[in-house]
């Protein structure tokens, strides 16, 4: 299976980024340096995009798993499509492989909130 990524993407990952760095840390943690906010608002930026695999990878793991070969995973602007040789040949099928990238997705968005929730960052935020 072949995984590619389309130069829009680096785009977006830029866009977050520069988003996140500029916009929204600045107003969370005044009190994070420059290099600090650029090193996290990189980081966040590819872990968002690397949960799009993720998603991505689990609708072609499920796929698998009922005999259907994946040709390739490709990443873009707006997210992620997998290559499906052929529609799956029950609706039980096409549901499990419907459903597993979304069920990804919220699992890791529960990871990521446990974690960011656990953080010596999260801890330091007044509340109110």
């Known amino acids: 299976m ?3 990524a389309d130069w829009s993407l680096f785009v977006a990952l830029w866009l ?11 107003v969370w943690h005044p009190e994070w340096g420059d290099g600090l906010r650029w090193g996290i ?3 966040a930026a590819v872990l968002l995009f ?3 695999l993720i998603h991505e990878l689990s609708h072609a793991l499920v796929a698998r798993s009922y005999g259907l ?7 873009f602007v707006f997210g992620g499509v ?3 040789e052929r529609e799956p ?5 096409e549901l499990a ?6 069920l990804t997705s919220i699992g890791l968005g529960v990871v990521f909130l446990a974690l960011g929730a656990g953080s010596p960052a999260s801890a330091a935020t007044p509340s109110g």
């Open 2 to 4: 072949r995984i590619a």
């Open 50 to 52: 690397a949960s799009v």
């Open 89 to 93: 040949e029950t609706p039980r099928a």
């Open 97 to 102: 492989i419907a459903m597993v990238g979304p």
């Open 69 to 75: 070969e994946v040709r390739s995973i490709h990443l």
């Open 16 to 26: 977050v980024a520069v988003s996140l760095a500029l916009g929204s840390f600045p």
């Open 41 to 43: 608002a990189c980081v």
């Open 82 to 84: 997998a290559n499906i």
